[in-house]
């Protein structure tokens, strides 16, 4: 983990409109997005960093935006530390803290009842399935000898296709992505809402065996590292 870029991200946790301040305001507004938020991104830095609600939101997308902004410092807090099934729960039960599914005890906890990807005919895990999946997911991860965009492209989609909470599995995903990017000095991609249909598309076209799709369009996004290179170099 010992990288320049890095080591200016934790650097720059307590400054504003620093490098740490706009991965995290990039990588909130584009994964939320992505799950329906409405929140724009003037809306969503005056909430991130004056604590201010502008506009028209659900209780659950404010909420929900707030809690992200925890998540996002969890994630930098847990780099280096190995993914666990309680890790992954921690971060899901912080996602949904005080939300709908919260008040119907289905925030950090697997799945109890099955679910899809909605749009898509994905052979989706059922919920007795998603430890033992999510165990065999987590071997194999920690066994690769190095760290690639085409092991984090694979990971992303056996993790979407365990599909292991009740909802918030793609930000969850992406999270998790965001971890295994920093951990390994990777390119920094952020999946963007802009080409949301091409992320998703990318995603239906893989199978278990060929994460082709799903790599090329990681390697064809921006490196955020380069976009905003003035900021840390």
Same mark, same amino acid.
């Given at each position: 983990?010992?990288?320049?870029?890095?080591?200016?991200? =934790?650097?720059?946790?307590?400054?504003?409109?620093?490098?740490?301040?706009?991965?995290?305001?990039?990588?909130? %507004?584009?994964?939320?997005?992505?799950?329906?938020?409405?929140?724009?991104? #003037?809306?969503?830095?005056?909430? =991130?960093?004056?604590?201010?609600?502008?506009?028209?939101?659900?209780?659950?997308?404010?909420?929900?935006?707030?809690?992200?902004?925890?998540?996002?410092? $969890?994630?930098?807090?847990?780099?280096?530390?190995?993914?666990?099934?309680?890790?992954?729960?921690?971060?899901?039960?912080?996602? $949904?803290?005080?939300?709908?599914?919260?008040?119907?005890?289905?925030?950090?906890?697997?799945?109890?009842?099955?679910?899809?990807?909605?749009?898509?005919?994905?052979?989706?895990?059922?919920?007795?399935?998603?430890?033992?999946?999510?165990? @065999?997911?987590?071997?194999?991860? %920690?066994?690769?000898?190095?760290?690639? $965009?085409?092991? *984090?492209? @694979?990971?992303?989609?056996?993790?979407?296709?365990?599909?292991?909470?009740?909802?918030?599995?793609?930000?969850?995903?992406?999270?998790?992505?965001?971890?295994? $990017?920093? @951990?390994?000095?990777?390119?920094?991609? *952020?999946?963007?809402?802009?080409?949301?249909?091409?992320?998703?598309?990318?995603?239906?076209?893989?199978?278990?065996?060929?994460?082709?799709?799903?790599?090329?369009?990681? #390697?064809?996004?921006?490196?955020?590292? @380069?976009?905003?290179?003035?900021?840390?170099?």
């Amino acid at each position: 983990m010992d990288n320049q870029f890095l080591n200016k991200l =934790l650097e720059t946790r307590e400054i504003k409109n620093s490098l740490y301040g706009v991965l995290k305001h990039n990588f909130l %507004y584009h994964s939320n997005k992505i799950e329906g938020s409405t929140f724009t991104t #003037e809306a969503l830095a005056l909430l =991130l960093d004056k604590n201010v609600v502008t506009g028209r939101h659900t209780l659950d997308d404010v909420q929900e935006t707030v809690n992200s902004s925890y998540v996002f410092d $969890m994630i930098i807090d847990s780099l280096g530390e190995k993914t666990t099934h309680n890790f992954f729960k921690k971060l899901h039960s912080s996602l $949904m803290f005080n939300t709908t599914l919260h008040s119907r005890s289905m925030a950090g906890i697997y799945k109890t009842i099955p679910n899809m990807i909605i749009g898509t005919n994905a052979d989706i895990a059922q919920p007795f399935e998603v430890e033992p999946k999510l165990d @065999e997911l987590i071997e194999w991860y %920690y066994n690769q000898k190095e760290i690639t $965009m085409s092991s *984090i492209a @694979e990971f992303h989609y056996r993790f979407e296709l365990i599909h292991p909470f009740q909802d918030g599995n793609g930000r969850i995903g992406r999270f998790l992505m965001l971890k295994q $990017m920093l @951990e390994n000095n990777l390119p920094v991609k *952020i999946v963007s809402w802009d080409n949301e249909d091409l992320y998703r598309n990318s995603l239906s076209l893989c199978s278990i065996g060929d994460y082709t799709h799903l790599t090329l369009y990681l #390697e064809n996004l921006e490196d955020f590292r @380069e976009v905003y290179k003035m900021l840390w170099r």
